[in-house]
């Protein structure tokens, strides 16, 4: 079973729309969580980080349950512009290991 | 430009044949990675550097693979006897304490 493990999709919405990305994480010494997104042929960048408290930045919402090993991004009112591939990544304690998930892609459809 | 810059960009080589990368990492960063993408998964971990240290390494780095960083800035990645497996993206990624800047990658072939 592969450490971190989402969804491949793809996940095909129209514009406008409200979408969630699940993340399972299989490592209990991970403590941090982070989403990325990679556009396509290019190097991922940092999305948002991911907090148990949960976290807003604009249309998009993380969130973290410890005790189900589980993360979530929800993208509201997607663009066009969403359209990518969302990695979730879990750090350990130290800040040492980052662990990629395969991602979840999503195109959004005008 | 102050972001992780990698070269080449692009490389086409000839099964058997050695190559190396380099990364130039954001200067103020002193842990630098290395990761290999291959097309419809994530960065999959190689290694990674404290300064010069080179702390961890993946079981996917084989003996054809290895990386310095000798003066604890830029850091090169050699895979020498190349196969036809080693195509994939190289991807370096530097880090001031948890967030990782990612270069343009390298995207290597091997024929």
């Known amino acids: 079973r592969k450490e971190v493990e989402q969804d491949p999709g793809p996940f095909n919405v129209p514009e406008g729309a409200t979408v969630a990305f699940n993340c399972t994480y299989s490592n209990s010494a991970s403590q941090s969580f982070f989403w990325y997104r990679q556009d396509c042929r290019k190097e991922p960048k940092l999305l948002m980080s991911v907090y148990s408290s949960g976290n807003e930045d604009g249309r998009f919402t993380a969130q973290l349950n410890r005790a189900s090993q589980y993360i979530s991004l929800l993208i509201r009112d997607s663009k066009l512009s969403d359209s990518a591939t969302y990695l979730c990544v879990g750090v350990d304690n130290y800040g040492q290991n980052f662990v990629f998930g395969p991602g979840t892609r999503l195109s959004v459809l005008p | 430009d102050t972001g992780v810059s990698q070269d080449p960009r692009h490389k086409i080589t000839k099964r058997g044949q050695n190559v190396t990368f380099r990364c130039d990492p954001i200067?103020?960063?002193?842990?630098l990675y290395w990761y290999r993408q291959t097309l419809g998964q994530g960065p999959e971990f190689l290694t990674y550097f404290q300064n010069e240290a080179q702390l961890e390494k993946s079981r996917l780095l084989s003996d054809r693979f290895s990386a310095e960083r000798p003066k604890g800035s830029f850091s090169t990645l050699e895979i020498q006897r190349t196969e036809q497996g080693d195509s994939a993206m190289y991807l370096c990624a530097s880090t001031p304490l948890s967030e990782q800047y990612f270069g343009p990658g390298t995207r290597l072939t091997v024929t």
């Open positions: 200067s103020e960063h002193n842990r």
